[in-house]
T-cell receptor
Framework: GQSLEQPSEVTAVEGAIVQINCTYQ??????LSWYQQHDGGAPTFLSY????GLEETGRFSSFLSRSDSYGYLLLQELQMKDSASYFC??????????FGAGTQVVVTP | DAGVIQSPRHEVTEMGQEVTLRCKPI?????LFWYRQTMMRGLELLIY????????DSGMPEDRFSAKMPNASFSTLKIQPSEPRDSAVYFC??????????????FGSGTRLTVV
């Protein structure tokens, strides 16, 4: 079976760095993806890691280690607008994702 | 591009009634996905289409749910009869080919369904 675990909530101040961990138990997958969702909004794509290692996109970076069944999303130079839910998702097969329960990031002044 | 367009944005219906949710994917995208989001179960994939053909409907909860994609620019998700436990936000998403992995889905704004 498949399951993903991520913390339910993280709080940090503006300008700080936040790391959201995602651990998974799945027997084979294509990669790990991250999505951001603001309250009442649609999930938006942030990143995808097909290979082990770090992918950097501006202030956000994502990391995958298949041997450790672990990934993370790193949010740097936090801004108030980064307050949102962040979901990791494993790509099980073409087009088929399984999403984690999401991590609520609260950014305080 | 207007993005993925869903209608209605909000729907309140009585138990037992038929509900139809609509989705227009991004022009040129050939894959379409229906997701459901609840606090208890998170984001769940219900069904997805590639080139208008249903590929995997294993996430459809039961026979009360059906989805169609009669052409490349339109899809419906129908619930008949609706039940209170169907209350959720239903998202439609589209992607270009294998792009779901590399470039991600583009989600619509969702339909918030309340069944009373």
């Amino acid at each position: 079976g498949q399951s993903l675990e991520q913390p339910s909530e993280v709080t940090a101040v503006e300008g700080a760095i936040v790391q959201i961990n995602c651990t998974y138990q799945t027997s084979g997958f294509y990669g790990l993806s991250w999505y951001q969702q603001h309250d009442g909004g649609a999930p938006t794509f942030l990143s995808y890691n097909a290979l082990d290692g770090l992918e950097e996109t501006g202030r956000f970076s994502s990391f995958l280690s298949r041997s450790d069944s672990y990934g993370y999303l790193l949010l740097q130079e936090l801004q108030m607008k980064d307050s949102a839910s962040y979901f990791c998702a494993v790509v099980l097969s073409w087009g088929k994702f399984q999403f984690g329960a999401g991590t609520q990031v609260v950014v305080t002044p | 591009d207007a993005g993925v367009i869903q209608s209605p944005r909000h729907e309140v219906t009585e138990m037992g009634q038929e509900v139809t949710l609509r989705c227009k994917p991004i022009s040129g995208h050939n894959s379409l996905f229906w997701y459901r989001q609840t606090m208890m179960r998170g984001l769940e994939l219900l069904i997805y289409f590639n080139n208008n053909v249903p590929i995997d409907d294993s996430g459809m909860p039961e026979d009360r749910f059906s989805a169609k994609m009669p052409n490349a620019s339109f899809s419906t998700l129908k619930i008949q009869p609706s039940e209170p436990r169907d209350s959720a936000v239903y998202f439609c998403a589209s992607s270009l080919g294998q792009g779901a992995q590399d470039y991600g889905y583009t989600f619509g704004s969702g339909t918030r369904l309340t069944v009373v």
